[in-house]
């Protein structure tokens, strides 16, 4: 899909507030009201862009998050669709590079987190789970990083976070008419969810819309202080995702460019850093699944 750069522009405006209204969009993009919301539902429409609700994990009680790199005997398609359909797994990619696929598993706690991983042990074609243990999320553009003021919720809060991780864009007269509320008192207590951390609407964006259509995974072991490295790091454009971990590895992360060339550029950027031990990498090749 092309986009020119006023679709680039009302992307990122909505990648940064999914909700944002269409007339504020069209004064920042110098266009009409109707105009805009042309554009925005063209890019909406063809799949490319999706707004929903990001719920921080707390709030569902997900405290425990882990990267598990899958090898399978047989096809991988199946396995990865077959993960695809867990509840606790709300990232599953195809992979080129030591596994054949990637997943990220949530869950309550530990405990909970060792089921989870047996569980996909246990898949049929599934060889082997090497797993990374996040001990902390240092850079997401879809996670909200700090827990919620009050992550305490009542039914309809728990049902109006479910329609807007469908629709991040749902009119709120829709949406009280499906939790049974006025349009009012969704707008109200949305707000509050929005307002106290306990979700945010965002933007989805498929990596190639933005020109970014290689996705690189990378790990890293550190040797000496981690602090400088991974402030470097998550200071980078183009290193999209980067996660403290307990395993064979300290960081885990994402790249994203334009080719494999500009990928290759920054996983040679990150082998030259001084605090860099060792560095293994991965290559997306395409995206099963993302749920958040």
Do not use: N
């Amino acid at each position: 899909m092309d986009l020119d750069r006023t679709d680039l522009e009302i992307v990122r405006h909505l990648q940064a507030d999914g909700r944002l209204t269409y007339e504020t969009i069209a004064q920042r993009v110098g266009l009409s009201r109707p105009a805009t919301r042309t554009r925005a539902q063209r890019l909406l429409s063809s799949g490319a862009v999706r707004i929903v609700a990001i719920v921080h994990p707390s709030v569902k009680g997900l405290t425990a998050v882990a990267h598990a790199s899958i090898s399978v005997d047989g096809p991988a398609r199946p396995v990865a669709l077959a993960i695809a359909e867990l509840a606790d797994a709300p990232f599953v990619t195809l992979t080129v590079g030591g596994h054949a696929l990637v997943s990220e598993v949530r869950a309550r706690d530990f405990a909970a987190l060792s089921a989870s991983i047996d569980r996909l042990r246990g898949l049929p074609g599934v060889r082997g789970v090497d797993t990374l243990v996040y001990s902390r999320v240092l850079k997401d553009s879809t996670t909200l990083s700090d827990p919620p003021a009050d992550p305490h919720l009542d039914a309809l809060d728990q049902r109006i976070l479910t329609e807007l991780e469908a629709d991040g864009r749902i009119a709120f007269a829709e949406l009280g008419a499906r939790v049974g509320l006025s349009p009012g008192a969704a707008r109200a207590r949305t707000l509050r969810l929005l307002e106290t951390g306990v979700a945010r609407v965002v933007a989805l964006v498929r990596p190639e819309v933005l020109g970014m259509g290689q996705l690189c995974g990378f790990a890293v072991r550190i040797e000496g202080d981690a602090g400088p490295l991974v402030e470097r790091l998550s200071g980078w454009d183009r290193v999209s995702y980067l996660a403290a971990c307990m395993g064979r590895a300290d960081l885990v992360g994402t790249v994203a460019g334009e080719s494999l060339a500009d990928v290759l550029a920054v996983l040679e950027e990150v082998r030259g850093l001084k605090e860099v031990r060792e560095l293994t990498s991965w290559v997306h090749a395409e995206v099963v699944k993302e749920r958040y």
